[in-house]
């Protein structure tokens, strides 16, 4: 049993130096490249400036949110209807949110 585990060992061994062995032989593949061009700058910073915009949206969002936490705590009498329109948003929400 023992030497049928060694034997299955310097086989698997063997595969993977001869696997290595012939991906080092073959010649690399050079990536594409693109020359940049004016236009593809444009594209890339104006993808870039979309993509901040939305972050800074989000992120103005998150603090109004705080904000309006913070404020509701800060008043901590509510009126009966208030709670009962809290519970029900709350519980429209997915459990995971």
């Known amino acids: 049993m023992r030497s ?3 034997n299955q060992f310097k086989q698997a061994l063997d595969a993977k130096r ?3 062995a012939t991906a080092a032989k073959q010649p690399k593949q050079e990536p594409e490249w693109e020359p940049e ?3 593809l700058r444009a ?3 104006s993808d870039r400036l979309t993509e901040r915009d939305a972050e800074l949206a989000k992120e103005q969002e998150r603090r109004r949110a705080a904000e309006r936490k913070v ?3 800060a008043n901590p ?3 009966l209807g208030e709670l009962i329109r809290m519970s029900k948003r709350r519980s429209r929400r997915a459990p995971w949110k």
Do not use: F, I
């Open 4 to 6: 049928r585990r060694k």
């Open 18 to 20: 001869e696997a290595l």
């Open 37 to 39: 061009t004016p236009e």
């Open 43 to 45: 594209e890339v910073l």
């Open 71 to 73: 404020q509701d705590l």
């Open 77 to 79: 009498r509510r009126t």
